[in-house]
Structures are given as C-alpha cells and as structure tokens.
C-alpha cells in the first residue's frame, strides 16, 4: 500500500479539525473532479474502494433522511457491504452499550469497517476511535474508522464539509476570503458550529451573525472563531443586519429548533421566527448576486427561506444538497483507501505535551524571602512551621481570600490529605502584600508521596502553585507547578455536559478527558464534546 493511502486510510472524522485546512482542501479538490467525471461520463473507477469484504454501518440513533441516505449511497457507490441500523428498530433502545456493539460488529468482517454514527451523546466518534481502533489492531483486524454524522448540538462535520465545496464552488474556488452570514437558530445548530474550524479554509474570513439573544451563537463558538482570526459582527435580526449594511451575498440559513427551548420562549415564538426568516421586501436590499444555502429540509410549516425564493436565481441549497453526496462518496474514499496517494500539503501532526513541572534551581523560598532558611516566625497566624516535610504554596495567588480557601479545600480533599496537613492558611504574599495566596504545609510527608499522578491532580486543581521540599528548616528542592496539557483516567473529574458521552448519567462508562485550552485564563476542553471548563470546574466533588 502506498504512502499517500495509508496517511488517510484508517483515520477517523470526528469533528472539522481531524483534517487540516490542506487535507480538507484535498477533500475537496477531489470531489470536484468526481463531478467532473461523472458529468463527463469519464472513468470513475479511479475514486472508488471496490472491496465487497469492507463493510459500512450506517449506526443512526436518531432520525435522519438525507445524511443518512446520501452515506447510504455513497456506500453502494463503492461496492461496499452496507448494513443500516436504525433509531426505531435498532438494539441501542435496549440500552445496551454502544462501545461492546461496534466492537462485536468489527469483527463480522474480514476487512475494514467504517462507521456512520450520528448521536445525541456528543464526543460519540471521538471515543470510539479511541477505544475501538486499538481493539482492532490487538485482534488483527483493520483499524476501524469512524465518521460523526451529527452528535447533539456539538459538529456535522460532513455537513460542514459538503458546505464549504459548495461555497467554493460559487467562488470558483477562490480561497482568498469570503464573507458569510449565518441565519437562524445558531444555538442549536451543529451545522453552523462546525463553521468555526471549517471556515479555516479561505485565508481571511468574515461572519455575520445574525439571531435573537435566544437564538445566539454559544459564546464558545464566538470565541474560537476569533482565535482563527476571523472577523465577527452580531445582529439580532435580518431587518437590523439589512438596515446595518456591508451584507453579504453568501447566506446560510438554519432551521428554528424551538420545540427544544420548551417554556423559555413562551409567547415569544412568532417574534424569533420573524427576526430570522426572509421576506420579499429584504430582496431590493441585498446584492443581486446573493446566494441562500440551508442544510435541508426547511420547516414545512415556518421556512426561513420561504418557497417564493425557489425559483430564482437566490436558490442554491438545492445544489448544495446534492453535493453531499459527492462529498460523503470521497469522505468514504479516503478513509477507506481509494484515494490519497498523491496528497501534497500539511498532514496533522499529534500535539506535543511538554513538561508542566518546573524544577527551580537553588530555590529561594518566599517561605521566608529573605533566607533560604525556613524562619519559624515567618509564618502568618494558623500556619505551623515546617522542619521535615512538604509546603504547597502560591495556591490561587491574587485571588480572592474565599477563592484561595476553596482551592486550599479541594487539594485537601481530592489528594485526601486530610490526616497529613499540619496547618493551612491564606496570607499576603511575601513579595506583594496586596496579593493573597493560599498554603498547606504537611510535615508528615516526603517528596515520595507526590508521584507523577499526584503531582498533575495538583498542578489541574492549582495551576501555579510551588510545592516545596522541606529538610532541616531549608526548602532544599522547590517545583512550580504550570497547567498539564491533558488530564485523564481520573474517577474524581466529569464533563458538566450532560449531553457528552462521557457524562455519568449516559452510563457509556467513558471516563472523562480533557486538553488544555488556555492558560491564560486557564481552561480545560472536554476531549469529547469540546465543552471549554474553568479549571476548578473539572472536579466532581
């Protein structure tokens, strides 16, 4: 097998990011010459897998038409054995565990199998191609591949990416910028959600939000979209964006998902569908050139795209539909093999997880700052001095003092030190007396007891605290601690989601994972379904 293949065969789609902006691009390039081939009438056998023995399940736990057939499609399209299961009819409704059923489907194939799955449990491909993939190999079978059709309100990566060509298309693939609204219910649209990361594909980007407070786009979102140095202006309706001016001719539309938000809109339904649907007194007031998406299908009843605009030039969503599946037949493409080969550009490259503990050299102690000697009348009041032992000091340092004694609380807990500690206390800072900082000394214990695993419990609940070896009054090794880049495989930490497939309540029995997002404030991101923590919020206490 060649080099290019094996660089996409066996990888997963769990969310936009799984490919770089220059594999999506491949993605891309290669569709378009599918539809060039087809409507040529050309070869087409070059994109497909033709492997009978590989197999795709198309895992549906909630409803779904047109992703699901599009997948379908694109399935048979590559002569591959499709097996379909269905929310209705489907065992999952017997509760059983979704990780032991796709384990047992792998092996009912002699080959690679590729899993369609949309979910309300979000973070649902993430952990399964994280779990099922080694389990694989260890069994000597082909590594599975997982593809997320629609997890919660979380990604459609697919959804995403089918968009994206779309747009390309109507620039004639310029990637040098674009400008789009999006329009509707941004909160619990996963399609416009995944345009966070997707949109990294044109170089300089420009989006224009526009919903009522209700409908608003979760600040999360917002915030990566910033990070990817896109430019983003909120309205709270088409009437306010058109009368702002600046608009753009690319609009993405999505449908109201108010059956969701139960009494929070009562009596408010009829003003938020208006805020968001288009009228024929707004056509005069945009570009000639405008073009209207929508993932499908509108709302029978409350469209936002009204049916007076499908017969005119506005009408792109009915191209864009058919797009997808084009896309799904090369997402399928690649991961299952056929195509990739001769892919040129930035792969993604595993982060690396640098070191979150600092030894400092000869340490000075702010213990007591002005001697390496630990003075025993240095200490403020409640707090004992230390001849033998260990100090955590600089504990929330500049937080508040009921800050800094919730954290001294949680440390004492979660690394059950409570028979140890000698004395904990917040005080002024040696070196800023407005500052405050909290500090434990625990003189019962050597630098033994804080083992790798310990020590990252304490840098996560404490990022930038110091912990302090102490040995005849003098601290004779100090480490500051930073935040780890990952915390995981913990019984005492959850995702506040409880929508996440690693949510206790789902009983999928995932323990919960997270990835340092920021340290400045410092904050942790769900593995799975992305949900962005303050530290302190990681605790199940």
Request: aromatic share 10%; with cysteine.
């Given at each position: 097998m060649s080099k290019g293949r094996m660089h996409f065969e066996g990888r997963s789609l769990s969310v936009v990011n799984d490919f770089t902006p220059d594999e999506?691009?491949?993605?891309?390039?290669?569709?378009?010459l599918l539809k060039e081939a087809v409507r040529d009438n050309c070869d087409i056998s070059v994109f497909q897998i033709k492997n009978a023995s590989k197999a795709v399940y198309l895992i549906f736990m909630e409803d779904s038409t047109r992703t699901k057939e599009s997948f379908r499609n694109a399935a048979?399209?590559?002569?591959?054995?499709?097996?379909?299961?269905?929310?209705?009819?489907?065992?999952?409704?017997?509760?059983?565990?979704?990780?032991?059923?796709?384990?047992?489907?792998?092996?009912?194939?002699?080959?690679?199998?590729?899993?369609?799955?949309?979910?309300?449990?979000?973070?649902?491909?993430?952990?399964?191609?994280?779990?099922?993939?080694?389990?694989?190999?260890s069994v000597g079978l082909p590594r599975a591949s997982f593809i997320n059709a629609g997890d919660g309100r979380h990604e459609h990566p697919t959804q995403e990416f089918l968009d994206e060509f779309s747009f390309l298309e109507e620039k004639n693939w310029d990637q040098s910028q674009i400008h789009l609204a999006l329009v509707g219910d941004l909160y619990h649209g996963r399609t416009v959600h995944s345009k966070t990361d997707g949109l990294r594909v044109f170089k300089k980007v420009k989006v224009d939000l526009v919903a009522p407070k209700e409908l608003a786009m979760p600040i999360e979102y917002i915030n990566r979209m910033k990070e990817n140095n896109f430019e983003v202006r909120e309205f709270s309706s088409i009437d306010e964006y058109i009368e702002h001016g600046d608009v753009s001719a690319l609009w993405y539309f999505t449908r109201l998902q108010l059956e969701r938000m139960g009494d929070k809109i009562l009596g408010r339904e009829e003003f938020l569908r208006r805020a968001v649907t288009f009228k024929k007194s707004h056509i005069p007031k945009i570009p000639a050139e405008s073009k209207f998406y929508h993932p499908l299908p509108r709302h029978q009843v409350y469209p936002v795209i009204p049916s007076f605009l499908d017969n005119t030039s506005f009408n792109a969503w009915d191209r864009q539909s058919i797009n997808g599946y084009y896309t799904r037949i090369m997402e399928l493409a690649l991961v299952g093999g056929a195509v990739g080969a001769d892919f040129k550009g930035q792969a993604a490259i595993p982060s690396e997880s640098p070191n979150f503990?600092?030894?400092?050299?000869?340490?000075?102690?702010?213990?007591?700052?002005?001697?390496?000697?630990?003075?025993?009348?240095?200490?403020?009041?409640?707090?004992k001095p230390v001849s033998n032992g260990l100090v955590i000091d600089h504990i929330r340092k500049g937080s508040s003092s009921e800050k800094c004694w919730k954290t001294i609380s949680m440390i004492i807990k979660i690394l059950e030190l409570h028979e140890t500690v000698g004395s904990c206390g917040v005080y002024a800072s040696s070196a800023d007396s407005e500052r405050l900082k909290g500090l434990i000394s625990l003189p019962l214990l050597t630098e033994s007891f804080f083992d790798r695993r310990s020590i990252k419990k304490l840098a996560a609940i404490s990022p930038g605290c110091t912990l302090n070896v102490i040995c005849d009054d003098k601290v004779v090794k100090k480490y500051r601690l930073a935040m780890p880049p990952r915390i995981y495989d913990f019984e005492d930490i959850d995702c506040v989601n409880a929508n996440c497939i690693s949510h206790r309540k789902n009983h999928e029995h995932v323990r919960a994972s997270f990835v340092r997002k920021s340290t400045t404030p410092p904050v942790f991101t769900c593995t799975y379904c992305e949900r962005p923590h303050q530290f302190e919020d990681i605790w199940s206490l």
């Open positions: 999506q691009f491949y993605l891309y390039e290669q569709t378009r048979l399209f590559h002569g591959c054995k499709v097996n379909v299961f269905d929310a209705a009819t489907s065992s999952f409704n017997k509760k059983e565990s979704i990780t032991d059923t796709v384990k047992m489907l792998c092996g009912y194939s002699t080959n690679q199998s590729i899993f369609i799955v949309r979910s309300k449990l979000e973070g649902t491909c993430t952990w399964l191609d994280q779990v099922v993939g080694p389990y694989c190999e503990v600092e030894e400092i050299v000869n340490p000075e102690p702010d213990l007591s700052p002005k001697s390496a000697t630990v003075k025993k009348n240095s200490m403020k009041i409640g707090i």
